[in-house]
């Protein structure tokens, strides 16, 4: 006879306490249009098959099988499938939790490959299958599926932490002010410009703003007016001067000046990297 005994070991790691509110089992038919969008709450995508692309306003990122991306709230995203690889994909909206990287101020998308694909589909199926169903304990037992899912995640990728949140929703004023941003940010807006919209004082707006973005409305300003331009970079052929104009900076020089600060690398290197990656996944 064999006998094999494994004590279990205490190890203190802090409190998580995810809630699901959904879960959606999808595949991309073509018969609904791919657009930025955003969630008031956090978004846990699981990649079943087929290959596509993330997209994010500042980002695209491309993903496979097996991927997990993890969108935090009011982040701008969308899926993409490759024309002869439909993605098909599980999403979880859950309250209660986001996750950064140590060392950063705020949540950002997440990818995390894991070593053993089956296991985390399992996770995923067996939420779905329990929300589906919706037995006796079933809202128990996705608690505690949700909560093993967190923990693989955590543990596949050690740099994350858990940062808990509640999703209160955006007020009617902030808002307003992002919609206005989203729509106007190649105009000349000052604070005065939002105060004026909004009849609320500086400091509260720029406080409340904040919370739920984070970023002050500027910053999501010269945030917006970045991920236009790299957008106009990489579809369009008009010249440096001519985006700098058409996304709101007042010169080519501010412009480049910017774009370096935040990406790293001049326009017309993020436009020639991105050229080159196209011909790459065209070769392929």
């Not at 992002?178 to 000349?188: G, M, Q, R, S």
Request: proline share 4%; with cysteine; glycine share 4%.
């Amino acid at each position: 006879m064999s006998h094999r005994h494994y004590s279990i070991k205490e190890n203190e790691i802090p409190e998580i306490h995810p809630r699901l509110l959904s879960i959606t089992l999808s595949r991309d038919e073509k018969d609904w249009p791919s657009v930025l969008h955003t969630h008031p709450f956090t978004e846990i995508f699981f990649v079943i098959s087929g290959e596509g692309r993330f997209v994010f306003r500042q980002e695209i990122r491309t993903i496979q099988a097996g991927d997990l991306i993890i969108v935090p709230p009011y982040l701008d995203h969308t899926e993409q499938s490759l024309p002869d690889r439909p993605l098909e994909y599980y999403v979880l909206g859950i309250d209660g939790v986001a996750f950064q990287k140590e060392g950063t101020a705020s949540s950002a998308q997440i990818f995390c490959n894991f070593t053993d694909q089956h296991l985390i589909e399992e996770l995923f199926e067996q939420i779905y299958h329990e929300v589906k169903c919706s037995g006796y304990g079933s809202e128990l037992i996705c608690r505690h599926f949700l909560e093993i899912l967190v923990l693989r995640i955590l543990r596949t990728s050690r740099e994350l932490m858990p940062v808990p949140i509640s999703t209160a929703k955006m007020t009617k004023e902030c808002a307003r002010i992002k919609e206005y941003l989203d729509a106007h940010y190649a105009e000349h807006i000052t604070l005065d410009t939002l105060t004026d919209l909004t009849h609320m004082n500086k400091y509260y707006l720029a406080h409340s703003f904040a919370r739920y973005t984070g970023l002050s409305p500027i910053q999501y300003l010269n945030r917006r007016r970045l991920e236009a331009a790299c957008q106009l970079l990489c579809d369009t052929d008009l010249s440096v001067s001519d985006i700098a104009g058409s996304t709101g900076f007042s010169s080519q020089s501010y412009f480049t000046q910017a774009f370096r600060k935040f990406y790293g690398i001049t326009p017309v290197k993020y436009r020639q990297t991105h050229e080159a990656e196209q011909v790459r996944s065209h070769t392929r």
